[in-house]
């Protein structure tokens, strides 16, 4: 007889799609979008997902919240050191759901969360479960997500003099989208910005935020 280690359980085939958006330190727009270094040279920001819906294996994972505080200094997609992070779950999530959840966004489920973190290479302050409130406007008028007390990242959608009525500023083929490639981004700016938790502490409002959508799959 082999004595055989403990294998980890197996990653089941899982999908997650929905909206993402951020605010942070950045003039608009902000260049860590297209794979530059940040206007300060170094960024922080909040980071919110909103899974419109998502399953993994047979745990359903619609309509639930992911939020994220975030600094680095450098391009984050080259050269870069000091990057924190901090994740709050939505506390509505039940056991299978939290760690579903978890397992996607550390990247241990495979598909661009990996690829993320291999590329930003985190440090990891925290993690906790939080009341989570994400609102985005059907026509990406204005997005939000807020933890009480805690973080407020509010946007509204960039506009100008030669903006067609209702029409939103958007960008493809970005060189450096949060959610991997592929996706849209609808430019915004801050309403506000705020933040007190882990050792991240701002409060700001005017500058850059970005709505993109996710579609990921995995665990490949």
């Not at 973190?117 to 906790?128: H, Q, S, V, Y």
């Not at 009480?148 to 946007?155: D, H, W």
Request: aromatic share 10%; with cysteine.
């Amino acid at each position: 007889m082999t004595d055989t280690a403990p294998t980890a359980p197996a990653v089941p085939r899982w999908h997650i799609a929905g909206d993402w958006f951020d605010t942070c330190k950045c003039n608009v727009p902000c260049p860590c979008t297209f794979a530059q270094l940040p206007t300060f040279g170094e960024c922080d920001g909040v980071l919110a997902w909103h899974i419109r819906e998502g399953s993994y294996g047979d745990v359903v994972l619609d309509d639930l919240n992911v939020m994220m505080l975030a600094s680095f200094t450098g391009n984050v997609w080259a050269e870069h050191s000091d990057t924190y992070a901090a994740f709050f779950v939505d506390e509505r999530a039940d056991d299978a759901q939290r760690e579903a959840i978890q397992m996607i966004f550390s990247g241990q489920a495979g598909s661009w969360p990996r690829e993320f973190i291999e590329i930003a290479d985190m440090e990891m302050r925290g993690m906790e479960f939080a009341p989570i409130t994400v609102e985005v406007d059907p026509d990406l008028a204005s997005w939000s997500a807020v933890i009480p007390g805690r973080i407020e990242s509010r946007a509204e959608a960039l506009t100008g003099p030669t903006t067609p009525d209702g029409a939103r500023v958007q960008s493809t083929n970005l060189p450096g989208s949060e959610t991997g490639p592929g996706q849209v981004a609808t430019w915004g700016r801050a309403t506000a910005d705020r933040a007190d938790a882990y050792g991240f502490q701002w409060s700001r409002e005017g500058q850059s935020s970005k709505h993109i959508t996710f579609d990921w799959v995995g665990p490949d």
